[in-house]
């Protein structure tokens, strides 16, 4: 009798982890961050602007929030991508389209962390960044200047947008990020990170997608959710099954 109770119990306790996981690995599928700008909810778009027109079938930005992507100071965040002379359009263009996929995308659940800053409660935390999309980045930025390798803060904010601090050099962008990986990982404070894995391989985030092909990271997103929850339900089984083993030592199951 003692031996069914025990194995019932046992299967029970298995049983309410994998609930546990399988909702975990839900709630990181199809959302959005608790931040500045971004909706509740995915929904479509039908009217994002220009880059952050891929995101428009089901989409964490409005169209208002697209417009002011493209925008060289916007009122997002007052940012000024041209605080070291006018930057060049090739590279402009990555940091449009790396606000477009921070406030569109609503496949970055699996790397969402939450934070206590005054103008987000969450944020996102190394995603794995398509190892050529950072390359371009890199190489398209290297006949730009800046003057900091991390652009989270640290900036002169007195004029109402980002300025060098004081005695920050401006120099080639190569001289703050020497590596495709130092640039995506450092600029916006781990954000992301240079990922080994290549485009379309389904293990890393693009930043730029073919929407006619439909969307990749959705994949991704699945496949590191998936990885997560696994990890997630070893642990929460661990607890259980010692929790288990006590009881039978204190005779508590017959």
């Known amino acids: 009798m003692a031996r069914r109770v025990t194995t019932q119990l046992l299967l029970l306790l298995v049983g309410v982890a994998a609930v546990w996981a399988t909702r975990s690995r839900t709630e990181l599928l199809n959302v959005c961050m608790?931040?500045?700008?971004?909706?509740?909810?995915?929904?479509?778009?039908?009217?994002?602007?220009?880059?952050?027109?891929?995101w428009k079938k089901n989409s964490c930005c409005s169209t208002n929030t697209s417009q002011e992507a493209?925008?060289?100071?916007?009122?997002?965040?007052?940012?000024?991508?041209?605080?070291?002379?006018q930057m060049t359009?090739?590279?402009?263009?990555?940091f449009i389209q790396d606000t477009c996929l921070y406030e569109c995308s609503p496949n970055l659940g699996p790397w969402i962390q939450?934070?206590?800053?005054?103008?987000r409660?969450?944020?996102?935390?190394?995603?794995?960044?398509?190892?050529?999309?950072?390359?371009q980045w890199w190489e398209d930025c290297r006949t730009s200047y800046t003057c900091k390798s991390n652009w989270h803060q640290g900036w002169d904010w007195t004029s109402g947008y980002n300025r060098c601090p004081?005695?920050?050099?401006?120099?080639?962008?190569?001289?703050?990020?020497?590596?495709?990986?130092?640039?995506?990982?450092?600029?916006?404070?781990h954000s992301y990170q240079a990922s080994n894995y290549s485009r379309g391989s389904g293990r890393c985030i693009q930043m730029w997608f073919d929407?006619?092909?439909?969307?990749?990271?959705?994949?991704?997103?699945?496949?590191?959710?998936?990885?997560?929850?696994?990890?997630?339900?070893?642990?929460?089984?661990?607890?259980?099954?010692?929790?288990l083993a006590l009881m039978l030592q204190l005779g508590l199951l017959g």
């Not at 929407?211 to 929460?236: C, I, K, T, W």
Request: with cysteine.
């Open 211 to 243: 929407p006619a092909q439909g969307n990749p990271n959705e994949e991704v997103a699945r496949f590191y959710a998936m990885a997560m929850s696994a990890g997630a339900l070893s642990r929460g089984v661990e607890p259980l099954l010692l929790s």
């Open 114 to 119: 939450e934070v206590n800053q005054s103008w």
């Open 70 to 85: 493209h925008k060289d100071i916007s009122y997002l965040y007052r940012f000024n991508w041209n605080h070291c002379g």
């Open 121 to 135: 409660k969450e944020r996102i935390l190394d995603v794995p960044l398509c190892k050529e999309d950072c390359q």
């Open 34 to 54: 608790d931040a500045k700008h971004h909706k509740e909810k995915p929904s479509p778009e039908d009217e994002l602007h220009k880059q952050c027109s891929p």
């Open 89 to 94: 359009p090739a590279c402009k263009r990555h």
């Open 166 to 189: 004081a005695g920050a050099a401006c120099l080639p962008f190569h001289f703050y990020f020497p590596t495709p990986a130092a640039l995506c990982s450092e600029i916006w404070t």
